[in-house]
């Protein structure tokens, strides 16, 4: 399902249980040791998605191990982002992409007292506004974590709730403007992302990518201003 909110320049695999013939490398069986069955089910399926993204790259089986506050350690020149919840694992990865992130959430209510926590007021207000359809709490918060996931490789910096405002649109895109300081990138400051979501099968999905072609029209747009010269 994922592939639709992603471009053709992506390798997507998701899986929607635990296949047995899913495997780890030595490396990973040795970090995720100690971690409960949920918990070693959901690294396990992820890397075996994650794997097979790799194979359609034309690129060999690697392991991927939690790097710096658990941003998957991707091979060289592969830039790409894990996703897992309940009954859904996802892997999307690029030879092309500067950045990428996804997430995946349950298409349901976000805990009592949640949105207080990860959503601005002007974003809350947003959502009073949407109607129905789906649960745009929590797709507000399955956008936050795609950001994040997209942020950190570029910055290597922590990227909270509250420094990102999130546009959600009814026909399936959102758009965060970032309120700190963006990346550089490729000799221009990023002041946000734009990106893709999809409801389906009792799932949210989120997913943003950034490629070099994308700087122009982020250049032109800007999400309001002229532009200068967070993990499985």
């Known amino acids: ?53 790799l194979a359609r790259l034309g690129l060999p089986p690697a392991p991927i191990l939690p790097g710096e506050r658990g941003a998957p350690r991707w091979p060289p020149g592969v830039a790409g982002a894990i996703t897992h919840c309940a009954g859904y694992r996802a892997a999307a990865l690029s030879l092309d992409a500067l950045t990428v992130g996804i997430d995946a959430e349950p298409d349901e209510p976000l805990p009592h007292g949640i949105l207080a926590d990860i959503a601005l007021d002007r974003e809350r207000a947003a959502l009073a506004r949407l109607g129905g359809g789906v649960h745009w709490d929590r ?82 747009h800007a999400y309001g201003r002229s532009v200068g010269a967070r993990p499985d």
């Not at 069955?37 to 794997?51: I, L, N, P």
């Not at 070099?212 to 032109?220: G, Q």
């Open 139 to 220: 797709l507000l918060f399955c956008a936050k974590e795609t950001v994040y996931k997209a942020w950190f490789p570029l910055t290597r910096r922590w990227l909270d709730f509250d420094e990102a405002q999130i546009t959600l649109s009814p026909t399936g895109t959102f758009t965060a403007r970032f309120l700190v300081p963006g990346p550089w990138v490729l000799g221009q400051e990023l002041t946000g992302f734009a990106g893709r979501w999809l409801a389906s099968g009792g799932l949210l999905m989120t997913a943003i990518t950034l490629c070099p072609t994308d700087l122009s029209r982020v250049r032109t």
């Open 1 to 53: 399902m994922i592939e639709k909110i992603l471009p053709s320049w992506v390798a997507a695999e998701e899986a929607f249980d635990d296949p047995p013939d899913a495997t780890l490398f030595p490396e990973e069986e040795a970090f995720i040791a100690p971690a409960v069955d949920k918990r070693r089910r959901e690294f396990t399926t992820a890397r075996h998605c994650a794997r097979r993204a």
